[in-house]
């Protein structure tokens, strides 16, 4: 019978997600049958799942991790913001509604059944599923109907493992007050804590670890050392993008207020002559950068106005004035277009806006959401390549006739007269070296040998054995139920 236990946070972004990587890397490697599992996410960075739905790509690199196959059950639901106040909920893979947050508690009921019968499938003929809560359960006023930490532990009957972040302070608090204000059943279903980023000689936290197993009973499973090959491994939470200044061809991408699907990024972050710096919101778009990449966003429309508010469309006109290349993909692709139709009002109010004008096509904005896995062919050279598309709107115009790609034997993207500015669907694209090697040199560039998968594995297979060398597995595997 197989075995579970959750990972909590006592905040958001202590770790959580790196942790069950590791873990499942860990115990995989320890010849387990391991899965993870996540209820609930919230992320605009998503991944295209075999079975044709979409998962948060943190999901997508723990089953990397687990050497499992990738299926919408791992995040049965994923919301993806919006706006300030809604988000689109994905069901098991699929767009169920957008709704706004005052009125998500009502859904949270069927979504439970769901959430139930995912981690049912999960659990089925593995040994051991590593569950991942979302944000922290310290959160009481979000107990009520919970299916993403203390609810779903108790209706699932998990363990809990508690995880604090000492990197950011306050560590103790952290976990002896949410100690504090659980109520009592839900206090006692956590059997143990970890101290994560910790920087130094963890020892000199020992006697902090004291203090926390005498105000709460809980196990002290560990500390865990700051991780520095941690910025090799996709980030998922849109905080965790930074800048990666190395090289000297410079890449420069505008941080979008809904930007999505950013792992097209770290394959380039990790080439040594590539510097990618994330331009933030109240900056230019550096003078000396030699590719702009204009990336995906969840809300193309909001985001334009968003791109204009910031007046890159000015330091975007400039930039191809001085003979700069331009990249958008997606949401990005679209902007760069002459016109956005949403006539159904699929991202908001029905409109027509006028987009950046760089490329001579048109997208009208459709309900349905094209989702797949793909093989493509990189026109310029003939590299063959894979990727993802996850997206809603068909694009035409005369600079579709001037394709990027070929996609399953389709054309793909689009391109200007003098090849300067290019826009695809297509994500993923970098993480295929061929590719990514081909797409640098017709820019000057010179792409190291890097196997971007191979980098992948051994960060993981590093991260596994960090964990082992300062966590109890042993312990963690008694904990389990």
């Known amino acids: 019978m197989s075995k579970a236990i959750m990972i909590q946070g006592a905040g958001s972004n202590v770790g959580k997600s790196l942790l069950v990587a590791g873990l499942c890397r860990a115990y995989r490697n320890r010849g387990y049958a391991v899965r993870p599992f996540k209820p609930q996410n919230m992320s605009n960075n998503a991944a295209v799942t075999e079975d044709g739905g979409e998962i948060g790509r943190a999901q997508a690199l723990q089953a990397v991790a687990a050497g499992t196959a990738l299926v919408s059950d791992l995040n049965p639901v994923l919301l993806k913001p919006e706006s300030e106040i809604g988000s689109q909920v994905i069901l098991q893979g699929k767009r169920l509604a957008t709704v706004r947050a005052q009125d998500y508690a009502a859904l949270k009921p069927r979504l439970m059944t769901a959430v139930m019968n995912s981690f049912a499938r ?32 108790e209706a699932a009957n998990v363990p809990v493992i508690l995880t604090g972040d000492i990197d950011r302070g306050g560590v103790i608090a952290q976990i002896v007050g949410t100690h504090a204000v659980l109520p009592k059943a839900d206090r006692d279903r956590i ?39 941690a910025s090799s491994l996709p980030a998922e939470d849109v905080m965790d993008i930074k800048s990666s200044m190395s090289g000297r061809f410079k890449i420069a991408v505008p941080r979008l207020s809904r930007i999505a699907n950013f792992d097209d990024l770290d394959p380039l972050k990790l080439e040594p002559s590539v510097s990618v710096q994330i331009v933030e919101p109240g900056q230019t778009l550096p003078v000396d950068a030699n590719l702009v990449l204009i990336p995906g966003t969840k809300s193309t429309i909001a985001d334009l106005a968003f791109f204009r508010a910031q007046g890159w469309d000015i330091d975007l006109a400039g930039h191809i004035r001085r003979g700069g290349n331009v990249l958008g993909i997606c949401g990005g692709f679209q902007m760069l277009g002459r016109e956005i139709d949403d006539p159904q009002g699929i991202e908001g109010a029905p409109e027509k806006v006028a987009g950046l004008g760089h490329l001579d096509i048109v997208t009208i904005m459709h309900p349905e959401k094209h989702l797949a896995n793909v093989n493509a062919e990189y026109l310029l050279t003939g590299q063959m390549l894979t990727g993802y598309e996850i997206h809603i709107g068909k694009t035409t115009g005369p600079d579709c006739n001037r394709p990027m790609l070929e996609v399953n034997e389709r054309p793909a993207g689009a391109q200007s007269e003098n090849g300067r500015v290019q826009g695809c669907y297509l994500h993923g694209m970098f993480a295929s070296d061929g590719f990514r090697k081909s797409f640098l040199s017709n820019l000057g ?37």
């Open 191 to 229: 059997k143990g804590f970890i101290i994560n980023k910790f920087r130094g000689d963890p020892r000199l936290f020992d006697s902090g670890l004291s203090e926390i197993v005498t105000r709460t009973n809980w196990h002290s499973i560990g500390v865990v050392p700051w991780f520095e090959r």
């Open 445 to 481: 560039v010179k792409a190291s040998r890097m196997l971007y998968s191979v980098e992948i594995d051994q960060t993981l297979n590093s991260l596994a054995a960090h964990l082992e060398g300062c966590l109890d597995l042993d312990m963690l595997l008694d904990i389990a139920r």
């Open 122 to 153: 999960v659990k089925h003929d593995v040994d051991l599923v590593i569950v991942e809560g979302a944000g922290s359960p310290a959160e009481i006023n979000l107990r009520e109907n919970d299916i993403a930490n203390m609810g779903f532990a």
